[in-house]
């Protein structure tokens, strides 16, 4: 088992948990967000807002479910940014479609919920014995993402410009974290050649 110190300067342990940090960012920021961004942006009623909710919580559950029986097939690489990928367009999508695209936020959740499972078992994959270390590390990154992200970053946008704008940085986060992953399966592959 390598150390703590030994892992902390690993350029792979740095991405995994910027990873995560932006995949649970993500997932807060849309349990935090959507209800006022249905309310305030789309004046949607509560029964329409506690659908949109349950409907993100149903598919993230159907995500992870699905997710099981296609990640091996493949690749934990390629499936973080397959799936980082498909729910930043949909987010897009919503944004720009307007009202009557709005379900594919919560939709999203299909896409999103596989995501950290994924990351983890890319981890354990890739540290051996060391990968129970490095996993609390991307977990503690995760919820500081949560934090920062969700509350602080958001939070911010939403309230200096606006919640369309706040979640179009759900947009940008993925697209950060497609980009990682893909140059972490760069330099994966690189060592193992």
């Given at each position: 088992m390598r150390s703590?110190?030994?892992?902390?300067?690993?350029?792979?342990v740095i991405l995994f948990s910027l990873i995560v940090f932006l995949q649970i960012g993500v997932e807060f920021?849309?349990?935090?967000w959507?209800?006022?961004f249905l309310k305030d942006v789309e004046d949607r009623s509560d029964l329409e807002i506690s659908f949109y909710i349950a409907l993100f919580f149903i598919t993230f559950t159907i995500g992870r479910l699905l997710a099981s029986f296609m990640v091996e097939k493949i690749g934990y690489f390629?499936?973080?940014i397959f799936t980082a990928g498909a729910a930043s367009l949909s987010i897009t999508?919503?944004?720009?479609?307007?009202?009557?695209f709005t379900i594919l936020i919560p939709l999203?959740?299909?896409f999103l919920a596989p995501q950290v499972p994924?990351?983890?078992?890319?981890i354990l994959d890739s540290f051996d014995s060391s990968g129970i270390k490095v996993v609390g590390f991307a977990q503690t990154a995760g919820m500081i993402g949560s934090t920062v992200l969700a509350s602080w970053i958001i939070g911010f946008v939403n309230d200096f410009i606006s919640i369309r704008a706040g979640f179009f940085i759900l947009v940008i986060a993925?697209?950060?974290?497609?980009?990682i992953t893909s140059y972490l399966k760069y330099i994966t592959k690189k060592e193992t050649a």
């Open positions: 703590t110190k030994e892992l902390l300067k690993d350029i792979k920021s849309i349990i935090t959507l209800a006022p390629n499936f973080i999508a919503a944004l720009i479609g307007g009202r009557s999203s959740g299909i994924t990351a983890q078992a890319a993925l697209a950060a974290d497609l980009l």
